[in-house]
């Protein structure tokens, strides 16, 4: 997943909203990524989705468990473990030259 990590580090979010069940973001540079699974929020509430705007991606960690966004300082936290799916897909990415990344 390390092109995914490439792909999001340094990204300027331009739009950050739920939609229906889950998690939908849009980049500056045209991107889009949307998140299926279970998240949980440092230094900011994820009622307040919307504040992460203008935030950049910093840096991305993984575990075995865990995907961590940090956003300035901002973190979302996306479950990876099997009690955290919803669904099948954890997450996607969609670049704006149509190529699409699936976390599974």
Aim: proline share 1%.
């Amino acid at each position: 997943m390390q092109i995914l990590f490439n792909r999001l580090t340094g990204s300027k979010l331009k739009i950050a909203e739920f939609i229906h069940d889950y998690i939908h973001m849009q980049f500056e540079n045209e991107s889009v990524s949307n998140i299926f699974n279970k998240v949980t929020t440092f230094n900011f509430e994820l009622k307040n989705l919307s504040d992460l705007k203008g935030r950049t991606i910093i840096s991305i960690e993984s575990s075995e468990n865990l995907l961590s966004l940090d956003l300035e300082g901002k973190i979302l936290n996306v479950g990876i473990s099997e009690f955290d799916y919803v669904g099948p897909e954890a997450l996607d990415f969609k670049g704006k030259d149509g190529e699409l990344i699936v976390w599974r």
